[in-house]
């Protein structure tokens, strides 16, 4: 693991965190003002996770913490003691793709990639909320089962921003995957 | 090779490969976040620092002092740059605004400072201890202000739309002042930003007098002599590597401050040095499509004939820009004898304005295709038929110039049934619940231009084919029609081709504009392949003739040998380039497309959302038609923001782009948008390469807009002709509700 922390004038105050990311123990000694965001690119070299806006705009930097999805641009690294971090790379591999992934390959859900990792981090994350019961802006009935319709999927994806324009395709391959969980 | 007959019959006409809905060869990488993008790069240079931008805060006017000795003395600082500590720097040829260097600021978030750490914290908090002094100069903000007084200029959006300043055929006044029946509308459209998810990043390392840029880039041959100009060096000692780019749409076409700044800071700092630029420095230190003030003129006989046209422009830019080139559509896309188009630009002090996907079409035909439906309506005719009445097969200023194929006209009918046009009403009649519901329609149109490629091909004793060029895929599809292309002529599957692209060391491209990307590096490939086939038949002893390349073998009579046989004593390689004859004079080469779009409006608050998309395409040869569609939906996504949200937001006091992030530049998100769907046409264009293919990425966003436009008026009976159609331009003007 690179560590390229060391100040070479002034004072440069740090704190320990530790969490794991996909499975693996990470301990780091951070910059306080160090987010999760560039905890995972810069001091992890996972960048997966990507950088659109750092300001919680794009959604290009989801990822899955505790299971639920967040934007890691606006979170700082130490806050997440003991955290269990799942990125992008903790989902699949090339050679063995995780569903998602391969139907997004498969319905062209993405033209130059770089939104690609959030909308498959938020996708993933985004069912299971749904089979949780947890509505959104466009649930009629909040006393019901959440429906899995491609409203709810356009909606709870449209923090997820994809200036190529693939929105069609991401939205059929994350009902197939929805399909296919049933 | 050089290209200056129609295609015959070659490989690429077996579409064992080609021509195949494919997924591509780039998607596992893209999809495991495993592809690497520019400031990601961690492995490329040891012990890479970070750089941070500073922005000018004042839009026009002078660096006077710069306070540097808090930022100096905060922890990890390395070195800091200041536009004070050099005179201004060259620029690429193709820009306007300079990038650093000297006191002068020509814009607002001009970089005037790269401040290098060890840490990008770090980096951040020294800039912001700097404190600068300005003198502050009045500036030219406000396009409607200054475009009475802006003079007549030629146009050319380097990417095959431009024209002199003034343009006439025939009579225009004339013809028009006669006409029975005529239109002189006003539209204008706004400022807009590429946006591209992926900001400008660069990291940069010096050997000596040798330059390394791993950065973001369409075009890697236009950035190395850039960067040799800006730099004064040879441009043997610049390398770029552009191997993913986080999406371009124009933006990424130049070189830019990240690159200049990470190049110094890597040499003040004798470190290799990454720079990205921050969101909110994007829109303002970057360029942008230029909002525009468009007049049409139409006139036409009482059966619907046009007898005169007129499209006349004007924009905005800072000293040595150009202007939008929003009329080039109007002298190609429809008949009439006396015509008429100018462009006129003003001087104005916002960043520089340059080329965003479909420059000149994209906002032109905002304006020429609402006109069109509003000239059909004088007329009583059906918009469809209005224009199928004026399609013109041949160039319509020099008729001795035919299009080498148009079938605009089969684009709108066959667009028109799978739409269901025929149950189109009249405007404000259509209600579904809350929703006020229209329909609109629009023609498609963009040029297909003829650059040189390059390529080097080889193959190995394991049969595999390996392709090298500078060409970039931007999300453009360019990685797997690449290798389509190479596993076509060479008679090898897909798995058995790898593509590098993007790095300035391999055989110089198109690159990524202009929708020419696809079809010209392709060829160039094409070309390379045919090389490559020879010396394979050299080596196997067949005559290069008569061998047929398929299933990883070469045969020839009744001889059958395997091509991994060629290499068995070395690698073959082959290197050739596609050059152009007169094709492109010759023949008008153009693409074209039949937009349809439904709206629904609310009837309570305005609100528009777009319930179905259509694109109908005539484009040639179709590579890869699952990539190909990907980028009609994409464009026809940014016309939907055009259309509907997108606008940068001028501060006239303060000379700048208020809304510079995407918080408040408002780009579609995916509740914005409907399923899409694009049909095309079945083509092949044999004038345009062997390839016999042309562009679609930019065809799938021109004329988009105004039928969006079209469809709020059919919706509402209310004619928005400027641009993004936001509520508050409709609300007051709806139909009284129940």
Redesign the interface.
């Known amino acids: 693991m690179?560590n390229?922390?060391?100040?070479?004038?002034?004072?440069?105050p740090t704190m320990p965190v530790a969490f794991t990311v996909n499975g693996q123990a990470a301990n780091l000694t951070l910059?306080p003002?160090?987010t999760l965001l560039?905890a995972l690119?810069?001091h992890l070299?996972?960048?997966?996770?990507?950088?659109?806006?750092?300001?919680g705009?794009?959604g290009?930097c989801t990822v899955m913490v505790n299971g639920r999805r967040i934007l890691s641009c606006l979170n700082l690294a130490v806050m997440h003691e003991g955290a269990e971090i799942t990125?992008?790379?903790g989902?699949?591999?090339?050679?063995n793709?995780h569903p998602m992934?391969?139907a997004?390959?498969?319905h062209?859900g993405?033209?130059?990639?770089?939104?690609?990792?959030g909308q498959?981090c938020s996708s993933v994350a985004m069912l299971e909320e749904i089979k949780a019961g947890i509505p959104s802006h466009v649930t009629a009935d909040l006393t019901a089962p959440v429906q899995l319709t491609?409203a709810e999927?356009?909606?709870r994806?449209?923090?997820?921003?994809?200036?190529?324009?693939?929105?069609?395709?991401?939205?059929e391959a994350v009902t197939e995957v929805a399909g296919r969980q049933g | 090779m050089k290209f200056d007959t129609p295609a015959g019959t070659n490989p690429i006409d077996q579409l064992k490969v080609v021509g195949r809905a494919t997924d591509r060869i780039d998607g596992k990488y893209k999809t495991t976040g495993t592809a690497p993008y520019a400031y990601e790069r961690h492995d490329v240079a040891p012990n890479q620092a970070y750089g941070f931008v500073l922005g000018a805060g004042i839009p026009k006017g002078r660096v006077r002092t710069m306070h540097l000795q808090a930022a100096k003395a905060a922890p990890g600082v390395l070195a800091i740059v200041t536009t004070l500590d050099m005179p201004r720097m060259e620029r690429g040829k193709m820009n306007a605004a300079y990038l650093f260097g000297g006191s002068e600021v020509q814009h607002y978030h001009q970089a005037i400072a790269v401040v290098v750490a060890e840490t990008f914290e770090q980096a951040r908090d020294a800039a912001a201890l700097i404190r600068v002094d300005y003198d502050t100069e009045p500036g030219k903000f406000d396009l409607a202000a200054e475009a009475p007084n802006a003079p007549p200029v030629p146009g050319d959006s380097e990417e095959g739309s431009g024209g002199p300043p003034e343009e006439r055929i025939g009579d225009f006044e004339g013809a028009f002042a006669s006409a029975p029946v005529k239109l002189d509308a006003r539209y204008t459209t706004s400022d807009e930003s590429h946006a591209a998810m992926e900001p400008h990043a660069t990291i940069a390392a010096w050997q000596g007098d040798k330059l390394t840029l791993w950065t973001s880039n369409q075009m890697i041959a236009w950035g190395k002599g850039s960067i040799a100009k800006i730099f004064g060096l040879k441009p043997e000692n610049v390398r770029l590597d552009s191997p993913y780019v986080g999406g371009g749409f124009g933006s990424k076409l130049f070189i830019r401050a990240d690159a200049v700044l990470a190049a110094l800071g890597a040499k003040a700092a004798g470190r290799p040095v990454k720079v990205t630029l921050t969101r909110p420095l994007i829109a303002n230190n970057t360029t942008h499509r230029p909002a525009t003030i468009q007049r049409i003129r139409i006139g036409a006989t009482q059966d619907g004939r046009i007898t005169a046209i007129a499209h006349e422009s004007t924009s905005g830019n800072l000293p040595d820009g150009d202007p939008e080139t929003a009329v080039s559509q109007t002298q190609l896309l429809y008949a009439g004898a006396n015509r008429l188009t100018s462009l006129r630009l003003a001087h104005l002090d916002l960043p520089e304005g340059n080329a965003m996907r479909a420059p000149g079409e994209a906002p032109g035909m905002m304006a020429l295709e609402v006109a069109m439906d509003e000239m059909a309506e004088k007329l009583g005719l059906d918009p469809i038929e209005f224009r199928i009445r004026n399609d013109t097969q041949v160039d319509p200023e020099n008729h001795e110039r035919r299009f080498s194929q148009r079938d605009l006209i089969g684009c709108l009918r066959l667009g028109a049934e799978r739409f269901g046009w025929s149950k189109r009403q009249a405007p404000g009649q259509v209600r579904d619940g809350r929703w006020l519901v229209g329909m609109g329609v629009a023609a498609g149109f963009r040029n297909n231009l003829l650059m040189k490629s390059a390529a080097r091909v080889r193959l190995n004793r394991e049969g595999v084919v390996t392709v090298e060029t500078d060409m970039t895929d931007i999300g453009t599809g360019t990685y797997t029609i690449i290798a389509q292309t190479a596993a076509e002529m060479m008679g090898v599957p897909l798995e058995k081709v790898v593509v590098r692209l993007g790095d300035s060391d391999l055989p110089a491209s198109a690159g990524s504009g202009g929708q020419w990307g696809a079809n010209n590096s392709t060829a160039g490939v094409y070309a390379a392949c045919v090389k490559l086939r020879e010396a394979v038949a050299q080596k196997l002893g067949i005559n290069s003739a008569d061998a047929a390349f398929a299933d990883g073998q070469v045969r020839a009579g009744n001889r059958s040998l395997a091509l991994a046989d060629a290499a068995r004593d070395g690698e073959l390689v082959a290197e050739d380039a596609i050059e152009y004859g007169d094709l492109g004079k010759r023949y008008q080469q153009s693409t074209f497309a039949g937009h349809f779009v439904e709206v629904g409006v609310d009837a309570y608050t305005a609100e528009v959302r777009v319930r179905r998309m259509l694109a109908v395409c005539a484009a040639g040869r179709i590579l890869n038609p699952k990539s190909a569609r990907s980028q009609v939906i994409g464009a026809m996504t940014m016309a939907v923001g055009s259309a509907l949200t997108e606008k940068l937001e001028v501060d006239k006091r303060r000379g700048f782009f208020v809304n510079h992030d995407l918080a408040g530049y408002e780009v579609p998100v995916h509740a914005d948008i409907p399923h899409q769907e694009v049909i095309f046409l079945d083509e092949t264009d044999p004038i345009s390469s062997p390839m016999k293919a042309k562009g679609v990425g930019e065809l799938g966003i021109c004329g988009v807009g105004g039928a969006i436009g079209n469809a709020v008026y059919n919706a509402t009976g209310v004619r928005v002709r400027d641009y993004p159609i936001t509520l508050d331009k409709l609300l007051t003007k709806l139909p009284e509700t129940a």
Do not use: M, W
């Open positions: 690179a390229p922390t060391g100040a070479t004038a002034g004072f440069q910059d003002r160090v560039d690119r810069e070299h996972l960048t997966g996770s990507k950088k659109g806006c750092d300001h705009q794009c290009a990125t992008i790379e989902l699949g591999t090339p050679e793709l992934q391969a997004f390959v498969k062209d993405y033209q130059c990639g770089y939104c690609t990792p498959i491609e999927i356009r909606e994806l449209s923090g997820n921003l994809c200036r190529c324009g693939a929105y069609s395709n991401i939205v």
